[in-house]
């Protein structure tokens, strides 16, 4: 398996700075694009394009949190995080309003479709407008609550700096990988629900 952390010189950890990443990316990205060697053999192109492609992919897992955590929880385990299948008890509200919302929505949407009136369209304009609040303002909420969630993981950094090195038997016993998968079941639930109602949002536009 990859390690994205090692391939971009990061160390391993929860929170990064994503601008010192961005950075790191470009400057590697540039040394590694195959169109530096476009004239080179067919084997070593495609070996570089290789390259471009994996060192692409590492930054795109290190630079959203959800892909992160969860490659981050491989590493350290030895395997993937199990199947999020269950809201987290603290989250199940947010799990209510987002289903109920997006049902609210689809009913609307289903019922604006078949409008043929220009004069009635006029009106659910104003409607779709008005639902488009109602979903912005829970998204913007939850958006709020998904940057506390991540905030988190600044504080667990501390204790992946102080972990034993990689490849040392007792480092996971000393790392926090129950609180760390927590947070990556949280980011997870708030990451879908944020983007079913910004799909919801673009459907009311239309």
């Not at 290190?62 to 929880?73: C, F, I, Q, S, V």
């Not at 799990?95 to 609210?104: D, I, K, P, S, T």
């Not at 409008?115 to 659910?124: D, E, H």
Request: hydrophobic letters at 40%; one cysteine or more; glycine letters at 4%.
């Amino acid at each position: 398996m990859t390690d994205c952390f090692a391939l971009l010189d990061e160390p391993r950890r929860p929170a990064l700075d994503l601008e010192a990443l961005k950075a790191k990316f470009l400057s590697r990205s540039a040394e590694l694009h195959p169109d530096r060697i476009h004239n080179a053999p067919d084997a070593e192109r495609l070996a570089a394009t290789d390259r471009y492609s994996t060192l692409n992919s590492a930054y795109n897992t290190l630079r959203d949190p959800k892909e992160r955590l969860g490659h981050l929880l491989e590493l350290e385990r030895g395997r993937k995080p199990p199947g999020i299948e269950s809201v987290p008890a603290e989250w199940m509200d947010g799990f209510m309003e987002v289903g109920q919302l997006c049902r609210a929505v689809d009913a609307f949407l289903a019922e604006q479709s078949k409008v043929t009136s220009p004069l009635i369209k006029v009106q659910r304009f104003q409607q779709a407008m008005e639902w488009t609040d109602k979903v912005n303002a829970v998204a913007s909420s939850l958006t709020a609550k998904l940057d506390a969630a991540t905030g988190e993981l600044r504080s667990l950094n501390e204790a992946w700096e102080s972990a034993p090195t990689v490849g040392t038997g007792s480092r996971a016993e000393t790392l926090p990988l129950d609180q760390l998968e927590n947070v990556f079941r949280a980011v997870s639930f708030v990451s879908r629900w944020i983007a079913q109602l910004r799909e919801r949002v673009v459907h009311l536009a239309i």
